[in-house]
């Protein structure tokens, strides 16, 4: 299984971004895709989830900000990234797994396989 996460960049604020994570070596429609970002000396926490059933989950102060969306024929998540801002700065991975329940979907333990992870950087 591989995940290529890209997209990533230098942007000011206000601005916006549109990453991708192609997945490959799976059953796409069976996963569930989430977003993590991790900034400089902070821990790795939740963005969004684009869950196998079709719905869809945010980090609540993220929520109209991202949109997350998926093509399953083209085995790819996607994450909207609108009216950016400098504490969105970090490197974003995303993450897949079959069995994660919503409760746990923040939960980095709870996912089989992970993306590498593309940096973005919002100027002030």
């Known amino acids: 299984v591989q995940l290529q996460a890209s997209g990533g960049g230098l942007v000011q604020a206000g601005g916006s971004l549109r990453l991708s994570c192609a997945a490959s070596?799976?059953?796409?429609?069976?996963?569930?895709i989430s977003w993590f970002r991790q900034a400089p000396g902070k821990e790795r926490e939740f963005v969004a989830a684009?869950?196998?059933?079709?719905?869809?989950n945010y980090r609540d102060s993220l929520q109209g900000r991202f949109t997350i969306s998926r093509d399953n024929a083209k085995n790819t998540v996607y994450l909207q990234m609108t009216s950016l801002k400098p504490e969105d700065t970090a490197v974003y991975y995303c993450?897949?797994?079959?069995?994660?329940?919503?409760?746990?979907?923040?939960?980095?333990?709870?996912?089989?396989?992970w993306g590498q992870g593309t940096q973005v950087t919002v100027s002030s």
């Open positions: 993450a897949a797994d079959q069995r994660v329940i919503l409760s746990q979907l923040g939960n980095t333990r709870e996912y089989d396989y």
């Open positions: 070596g799976l059953t796409f429609r069976r996963y569930t």
């Open positions: 684009s869950r196998w059933t079709g719905n869809t």
